[in-house]
């Protein structure tokens, strides 16, 4: 082959792989890179994770399943309702971050505390900060498999001497397919969330 011919081949070879390399970006991460790249307060997640099925209970005694969340985003917290000082200044914020948006979102309180957050006292809890917040429970068993896909980690000891809960204080963001799409770690900066969080909405404004 000759020297030409070579140098034909291998540009053409470097050409389809540079083409292979950005298509497999693209497909991992549609959404424009400015979206992902200048986020300080929003941590996207480059292919969103998708939520195991799941058997909990809303504030009204209803079974709450993963198909609850498709169809819209949705703002979700991991707390307890006696939380002394976390978990009702997040949820006072996402009250202000929801209200604050360019789309609609749902925000879903998830106890991690079942055996005193029972669907009523939940109810009495959520609807204290906002009549459109949804909360959930269920068995230790579901909750720690939510917890586990979304990567937040919690400890309930509820020994005869001291009740003690930990949990993380982040917020998790979930798409309309029910999937993981960002997080949001505390502390919880209201202004710039809400521009982060616009800016990812509208990046994925047909989902």
């Known amino acids: 082959m000759s020297p030409l011919r070579y140098a034909q081949f291998a540009l053409a070879g470097l050409t389809a792989a540079v083409a ?9 991460d549609p959404r ?10 929003v941590t996207v ?8 099925e799941l058997e909990l209970v809303d504030q009204d ?7 609850e969340l498709r169809d819209r985003w949705t703002l979700l917290f991991m707390g307890f309702t006696n939380c002394g000082h976390v978990c009702p200044m997040t949820m006072a914020k996402l009250r202000t971050i929801a209200d604050s948006l360019d789309r609609p979102v749902d925000v879903l309180f998830v106890s991690v505390d ?41 400890f309930v000891d509820a020994n005869a001497e001291r009740y003690i809960v930990d949990h993380s204080a982040a917020i998790f963001v979930i798409d ?6 960002a997080t949001i770690t505390a502390p919880h900066e209201v202004t710039p969330i809400v521009r982060e969080l616009n800016e990812l909405l509208e990046s994925r404004a047909g989902s």
């Open 20 to 28: 292979g390399i950005w298509l497999a970006s693209m497909l991992v």
């Open 32 to 41: 424009p890179a400015a979206v992902v790249n200048n986020m300080q307060f």
């Open 45 to 52: 997640i480059p292919a969103p994770r998708g939520l195991p």
């Open 61 to 67: 005694a209803q079974r709450f399943g993963v198909e």
């Open 114 to 154: 079942p055996g005193r957050d029972t669907p009523a006292v939940i109810a009495n809890y959520v609807r204290g900060f906002d009549e459109s917040f949804r909360g959930v429970t269920g068995s230790p068993e579901e909750i720690a498999k939510l917890a586990n896909a979304l990567g937040a980690p919690y």
């Open 176 to 181: 309309a397919d029910a999937a993981l799409a």
